[in-house]
Every structure is written in structure tokens, then in C-alpha cells.
Nanobody, 127 residues
Framework: QVQLVESGGGLVQAGASLRLSCAAS????????MGWFRQAPGKERDFVAA????????YYADSVKGRFTISRDSAKNTVNLQMNSLKPEDTGVYYC????????????????????WGQGTQVTVSS
């Protein structure tokens, strides 16, 4: 089993920045990809970004390209999401996820392909 704990959410104004972190524990050696998803009230959980644990290859949703950066610290088993130029539409609960199988291409954006999830952290961007 892998446990994921997110931190770093909060309330900010449009244009501000936030940094989310996800700490992984347990059988972390079994993790291939880690990702961030977000869910706004009444909407589905959407893909935000993902990173391949071994190679560091990154993937982004079109809506966050150029504003968000995902990174990993393998020594600390953490994945970070630096969010700049935040917009009100970035508001939602942000979830960290980990996959126990290699994901690539479009599969990194499918929530059902991830095996482990954190509890989520709220990000609210006011206009």
C-alpha cells in the first residue's frame, strides 16, 4: 500500500501563486507515475499534471500549461505542484494520485488508471 498526504492549499487572489506538496509513504518503490487532479464543486475530477517517477517526464493539461510545474524529489518521496498566475477557474480540491503500473501518453490523464489517492487539499482563487 501507498499513502499520500497533500499540503499547501489555501485561499489566494487571482494572479497569485501556490505550491502544493504530496508526501508518499509505504511501498513507494512500486509507484511508477504520480499526478495531480482537481475537482470543482459539482464537476468531475480533472487531470492537472503528472510525472513519471523514474525519468521525470512531465505531462500537463492544456489549461495549466505554462502556469503550473510538477516536480519530484525522489529522495524525499514527494511530488510538488508549483501553481503560478492562478485563475478563479483553478479553484477546487486538488488530489495527489499514484499509479502502480507504468502510464504514458493519454493514460496519465485518466483518474481510473491511478491506484492510490490522497485526501485532497482545497485551493480557492478569488477574482
Amino acid at each position: 500500500q501507498v499513502q499520500l498526504v497533500e499540503s499547501g492549499g489555501g485561499l489566494v487572489q487571482a494572479g497569485a501563486s501556490l505550491r502544493l506538496s504530496c508526501a508518499a509513504s509505504g511501498r513507494t518503490a512500486s509507484v511508477y507515475n504520480m499526478g495531480w487532479f482537481r475537482q470543482a464543486p459539482g464537476k468531475e475530477r480533472d487531470f492537472v499534471a503528472a510525472i513519471t517517477r523514474s525519468s521525470g517526464r512531465t505531462y500537463y493539461a492544456d489549461s495549466v500549461k505554462g502556469r503550473f510545474t510538477i516536480s519530484r524529489d525522489s529522495a524525499k518521496n514527494t511530488v510538488n505542484l508549483q501553481m503560478n498566475s492562478l485563475k478563479p477557474e483553478d479553484t477546487g480540491v486538488y488530489y495527489c494520485a499514484a499509479s502502480a503500473a507504468p502510464l504514458g501518453g493519454t493514460s496519465v490523464s485518466f483518474a481510473h488508471d491511478y491506484n492510490y489517492w490522497g485526501q485532497g487539499t482545497q485551493v480557492t482563487v478569488s477574482s
